[in-house]
């Protein structure tokens, strides 16, 4: 059964720092990685899409990258801003082409002015 | 182009009570997936529609039902709410002709079961 997990829970930094977020996956056999983000009671958008064949994907000032071998993903966020702050989910989609996707918990970011 | 649009965005029901929460997807997508986010939670998957008929089903009771129209738009329904259906209920949409197309969300409905 695939499990996501993100590390940390809740980071807090002030405004201009670069900063990762992780994201591990249990099962290696994935069709796809997908970073969200989610503003407070609001739906989620998607920031990156990396395909299982790929190894990054960059997007302005994120870039995310994916080792499958590894069951890792993070998301790299440069020059954070205090519009940055949100949660940000990783959710993986099993091979097969069902869309269903698996989530992590979330990481929930503050940016300080 | 309008993107997942879901209605209401807001329902407040007793514990008991049926509800009906509804989703059209983005202009071009065929399929539609529920997801329930409870506070301080990712999303879990409930179920996906395609052609009409539920395709993949996650880990949630008989109570959860849903139905997809000929249009693509689709329902989630839960009888007989319970205080712990309170949650987050996004409505994703996709189309089914690549496997590795995004998932767009809409932004939810926030339900209350007093």
Not at chain 1, 97 to 102: E, H, M, S, Y
Not at chain 2, 51 to 72: C, T
């Amino acid at each position: 059964k695939q499990e996501v997990t993100q590390i940390p829970a809740a980071l807090s930094v002030p405004e201009g720092e670069n900063l990762v977020l992780n994201c591990s996956f249990t099962d290696s056999a994935i069709y796809n990685l997908q970073w969200f983000r989610q503003d407070p009671g609001k739906g989620l958008t998607s920031l990156l899409l990396i395909q299982s064949s790929q190894r990054e994907q960059t997007s302005g000032r994120l870039n995310a990258s994916l080792d499958k071998s590894s069951g890792r993903s993070t998301l790299y966020i440069a020059a954070s801003q205090p519009g940055d702050s949100a949660t940000y989910l990783c959710a993986v989609r099993d091979s097969g082409n069902t869309g269903k996707l698996i989530f992590g918990q979330g990481t929930t970011l503050q940016v300080k002015p | 182009d309008a993107g997942v649009t879901q209605s209401p965005t807001h329902l407040i029901k007793t514990r008991g009570q049926q509800v009906t929460l509804r989703c059209s997807p983005k202009s071009g997508h065929d399929t539609v997936s529920w997801y329930q986010q409870a506070l301080g939670q990712g999303p879990q998957f409930i179920f996906q529609y395609y052609e009409e008929e539920e395709r993949q089903r996650g880990n949630f009771p008989d109570r959860f039902s849903g139905h997809q129209y000929p249009n693509y738009s689709s329902e989630l329904n839960v009888n007989a709410l319970l205080l712990g259906d309170s949650a987050l209920y996004l409505c994703a949409s996709s189309f089914s002709g690549t496997g590795n197309e995004k998932l767009f969300f809409g932004s939810g409905t926030q339900l209350s079961v007093l």
